[in-house]
């Protein structure tokens, strides 16, 4: 179950466009005992694509409307 002030619990890095060159978006960290180290099967240094970011994102909203009802 989820408490009111849990978050997530992940990091991601990656960045387009610079001089040194595009570097790809990934899981620098998940926090023990965060939602997706629990429930998900993203994991540190995974690769994220569009359609992982918008399922943490769908996760994400879940998360803040279920704290917000309580």
């Known amino acids: 179950e989820l408490v ?3 978050g997530l619990g992940l990091s991601i890095v990656g960045r ?3 001089p040194t060159g595009d570097v790809p978006i990934y899981v620098k960290r998940i926090l023990p005992e965060s939602v ?3 429930d998900s099967k993203i994991k540190t240094g995974d690769e994220l694509n569009l359609l992982d970011i918008y399922k943490i994102y ?3 909203s879940f998360v803040l409307i279920k704290n917000k009802v309580r």
Do not use: D, E, P, T
């Open 4 to 6: 009111r002030a849990q």
């Open 58 to 60: 769908i996760i994400m």
């Open 16 to 18: 387009r466009g610079s």
């Open 36 to 38: 997706l180290q629990k």
